[in-house]
């Protein structure tokens, strides 16, 4: 069974930045490509990044290319999401996802195991 428990999130202004952290119990954690996802308020998840088993490959969705950074210890079974110059529209329950059929997806049937979120409040 795979755990993965999100970290990080809370209320920052509009212009700060905030580091999300994924904890995984996984098998084997070096194996799986990782994705973070969010959900903003009334609206569907959506993709926000994703990055490889060996973190040689990682993709962003268009708005957080250039703000956001997805990275991965596999020393620690951690993956991260460091993101600057948040907007209000970075309003959202940013999920954690893992996959284990090697391949970096976009999409949510893309990934088999869920964290349960981490809220992220950007104020104006």
């Known amino acids: 069974q795979v755990q993965l428990v999100e970290s990080g999130g809370g209320l920052v202004q509009a212009g700060g930045s905030l580091r999300l952290s994924c904890a995984a119990s996984a098998r084997p954690f070096s194996r799986s490509t990782l994705g973070w996802f969010r959900q903003p308020p009334e609206k569907e998840r959506e993709f926000v990044a994703a990055?490889?088993?060996?973190?040689?490959?990682?993709d962003y969705a268009d708005s957080e290319k250039g703000r956001f950074t997805i990275s991965r210890d596999n020393a620690k079974n951690t993956v991260y999401l460091q993101m600057n110059s948040l907007k209000p529209e970075d309003t959202a329950v940013y999920y954690c996802?893992?996959?284990?059929?090697?391949?970096?997806?976009?999409?949510?049937?893309?990934?088999?195991?869920w964290g349960q979120g981490t809220q992220v409040i950007v104020s104006s």
């Open positions: 990055i490889s088993w060996s973190g040689g490959i990682t």
């Open positions: 996802a893992a996959d284990f059929r090697l391949r970096v997806g976009h999409e949510e049937e893309d990934y088999d195991y």
